[in-house]
């Protein structure tokens, strides 16, 4: 009877053994998909460059927006950086630097905020004074997905050469100074298409006439490669010992590669939607590009069939 008790307690032993592992199995998949919408392939270093590899850049130069430094200050907020961006397309309007706002992400609601900036006085007539509110209005749309991002990213950067702000942890190899960072501007995004000498925008029709073709051509394109994305970074610096906001690091950080991009796209709050920033020129729903929903729709095809680009010192 003892003999046959002890095997009971040794069988139920096993059991919950197998019930715990079946729970750390089940919370680390929770975790991961938590981390990431979800696990896009990877594809090795490219022996020679694609010949369709193509870079997509915003139309403004980092360069210039030294001019814009207030004088007792060394740099900017993302806020600031944004109204800055807004003054470069819009050069023959006078501009006042609006103050420190410490953003600590970009999040929901910006796109109001911003509009608000713009209209509040930041931008006037230079012979009259009279306030003026640039044409145009800031968007922002939830991306959980880092493929979806980065193809969202290109395409609205080829089509309107707008920087593009979401929330990054800085990638401790591009960053020599060490400071942490959750909150990007995107300078280029580099793509190619997969057995495919044509440029990605050709190949996948991102100009297409209609909301229906451009979709349609999306479905039928060969599969992207995200080979790499450029980024300016805003730093987090504790201010006063009451807070932090972010100024844009050094842009001279090397692109990261695609499969990098996956892992730090991300947000303080790992559950938390995923906002995307952009500022388009007023849009004309009437042309499919200019549709924010059906740009969106249409990265969200591409990025069903995406590659990320892993460099060598990423293989393990």
């Known amino acids: 009877m003892l003999k046959e008790t002890k095997w009971i307690w ?5 059991e919950l053994k197998n019930i715990k592992a079946g729970l750390m199995a089940v919370l680390i ?18 022996v020679k460059p694609p010949s369709s590899m193509t870079e997509y850049c915003t139309g403004y130069d980092h360069d210039a927006y030294t001019d ?11 806020y600031q950086h944004a109204m800055v961006w807004k003054h470069l397309v819009n050069s023959g309007l006078g501009f006042d630097m609006p103050s420190w706002s410490f953003p600590l ?22 012979s009259t004074g009279a306030t003026v509110d640039p044409s145009g209005q800031w ?14 990213a290109a395409i609205s950067i080829w089509a309107w050469s707008t920087p593009v ?5 800085n990638v401790p190899t591009t960053n020599p100074q060490g400071l942490s960072s959750m909150l990007a501007v995107t300078h280029c995004v580099t793509l190619s298409v997969e057995n495919s000498t044509t440029p990605p925008h050709i190949a996948c029709g991102w100009d297409a006439a209609s ?9 039928n394109c060969p599969g992207l490669i995200i080979e790499n994305v450029s980024m300016s970074y805003f730093t987090d610096y504790i201010f006063s010992g009451v807070g932090s906001y972010y100024t844009e690091a050094d842009p001279s950080y090397p692109p990261i590669d695609g499969a990098l991009f996956e892992v730090h796209y991300t947000d303080i709050n790992i559950n938390a939607d995923r906002y995307v920033v952009i500022d388009p020129p007023a849009l004309d729903t009437d042309t499919p590009l200019n549709d924010l929903q059906n740009i969106l729709e249409v990265s969200e095809i591409l990025a069903a069939n995406a590659k990320l680009r892993t460099a060598v010192s990423d293989q393990h």
């Open 211 to 219: 909301a229906e073709d451009m979709a349609i051509q999306a479905m």
């Open 29 to 46: 998949f929770v975790l991961c998909n938590a981390a990431t919408a979800r696990d896009t392939p990877h594809i090795g270093p490219a």
């Open 10 to 14: 040794i069988m139920k032993f096993n």
């Open 68 to 78: 814009f430094i207030p004088t007792d200050e060394s740099e900017y907020d993302y």
């Open 105 to 126: 992400g970009v999040s929901q609601g910006d796109e109001a905020i911003l509009d608000q900036l713009e209209a509040g006085g930041v931008f006037y007539d230079q």
């Open 139 to 152: 968007n922002e749309v939830v991306i959980n997905d880092p493929a979806t991002a980065a193809i969202f």
């Open 165 to 169: 702000y979401f929330n990054f942890q």
